[in-house]
Nanobody, 115 residues
Framework: QEQLVESGGGSVQPGGSLRLSCAVS????????MGWYRQAPGQEREMVAL???????NYADFVKGRFTISRDDAKNTLYLQMNSLKPEDTAVYYC?????????WGQGTQVTVSS
């Protein structure tokens, strides 16, 4: 079974940027939907952004205009470009990938936005 490994998290000041990556051990073209979720302490996991195989994207209202999701099937990698970060964006960010027979999750990467 494929594995998802996130990277790119870290600490940044408000207004800063980070780019998260999710490397897939297999082929991203196997997945009809890939996306990013996040979970802050004491809160439920919530959808941040999704991207379908054809390139259609869907964003949570709280990140529209600030975050951009993309996938590079040639590199088997999913990305999340995060700009204009706010303290409320602080959370563990998880990569997910869906195919008919399974939904996969990465281990998560911490993003902390603080001055």
């Amino acid at each position: 079974q494929e594995q998802l490994v996130e990277s790119g998290g870290g600490s940044v000041q408000p207004g800063g940027s980070l780019r998260l990556s999710c490397a897939v051990s297999g082929s991203t073209s196997n997945f009809y939907t890939m996306g990013w979720y996040r979970q802050a302490p004491g809160q439920e996991r919530e959808m941040v952004a999704l991207i379908l195989r054809g390139g259609y994207t869907n964003y949570a209202d709280f990140v529209k205009g600030r975050f951009t999701i993309s996938r590079d099937d040639a590199k088997n990698t999913l990305y999340l470009q995060m700009n204009s970060l706010k303290p409320e964006d602080t959370a563990v960010y998880y990569c997910t990938a869906l195919r008919i027979t399974a939904t996969l999750w990465g281990q998560g990467t911490q993003v902390t936005v603080s001055s």
